[in-house]
């Protein structure tokens, strides 16, 4: 890439404050690397794992990377998180809903009790956490004239997740309050897409690639591999482009034709 290029390139996100939910690993590291790489200033929120947050925050490209731990789980903590972004950053532009998780729970062999945990720690992470954090960034957002915010949702909300229903659950969920929000916030010049994701080569699906049903994960998709992490940054990338916000309320499919709808 020519150096004119690269300076195109970089100039895209400068000076916006951009915010990543779970960008401390996995399809969120290459998210916030994606947006530091054009010029952005990231906030990485992370849970538990410092080591690997203060890690994507050493890598980084440019200037004044923040990290920030909080539960998404905690409405207080998601509110005193997205006030420290906003006062250290004076401002957020950009909003990245990534975090989330995914626990086994077949119905045939999970026992009731085990079965109550899933649904209420899978909803209150990838439902409860990223209504959350909208709530608060998009009375921000309000307040300073619009943004963009983009939530991660998956495949797995239009295909079903067999051995993980409440994740399916959870992203149709997401994918839903998406929008609504679109439709709610475009008069405030808040404009909302989401990512939904197959497979991705990340730490989430390290056992199953490499496990026994490795190959036929990989031959759902007739390009016989899954998605990089750098994949989905792209697409997050273009939903939080110049130019991209008549695409508001839209869910792009990043499955490699695995699973097609219309
Ligand atoms: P990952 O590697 O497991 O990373 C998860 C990230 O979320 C970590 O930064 C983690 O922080 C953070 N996190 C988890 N629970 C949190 C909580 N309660 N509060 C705050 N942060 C929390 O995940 P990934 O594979 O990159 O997936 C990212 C997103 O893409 C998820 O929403 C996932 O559902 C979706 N997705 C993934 C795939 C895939 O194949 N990987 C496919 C479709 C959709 P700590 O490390 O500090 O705990």
């Not at 960034?137 to 619009?146: C, F, L, Q, T």
């Amino acid at each position: 890439m020519s150096a004119r290029e690269q300076k195109e390139i970089r100039s895209e996100f400068d000076c916006k404050h951009v915010f990543v939910t779970g960008g401390s690993r996995g399809i969120g590291r290459a998210i916030a690397n994606a947006f530091a790489d054009r010029g952005a200033r990231v906030a990485i929120l992370f849970r538990t794992n410092i080591a690997a947050a203060n890690e994507t925050l050493a890598e980084l490209s440019g200037k004044g990377h923040i990290i920030v731990q909080a539960d998404i789980t905690k409405p207080d903590e998601v509110a005193t998180a997205v006030s420290s972004v906003i006062e250290q950053f004076g401002g957020l532009d950009i909003v990245v809903n990534n975090a989330g998780i995914g626990i086994s729970h077949p119905l045939e062999s999970t026992s009731y009790d085990d079965w109550q945990t899933a649904w209420r720690q899978t909803i209150d992470t990838n439902l409860h956490g990223p209504a959350n954090v909208c709530f608060c960034v998009a009375r921000h957002m309000i307040e300073s004239g619009g943004g963009r915010i983009v939530n991660v949702t998956s495949r797995g909300a239009f295909r079903g997740e067999p051995t993980k229903p409440a994740y399916g659950a959870s992203k149709a969920g997401l994918n839903s309050l998406s929008q609504s929000l679109a439709v709610a916030l475009a008069p405030h010049n808040i404009f909302l897409g989401v990512v939904a994701p197959g497979f991705v080569n990340t730490e989430l699906t390290a056992d199953r690639l490499e496990g026994k049903e490795g190959d036929e994960i990989r031959a759902q998709s007739p390009l016989n591999r899954v998605a990089e992490p750098e994949e989905v940054a792209h697409a997050v990338l273009f939903l939080c482009s110049d130019g991209s916000e008549f695409s508001t309320g839209t869910i792009i499919d990043l499955n490699g034709a695995s699973y097609l709808r219309s």
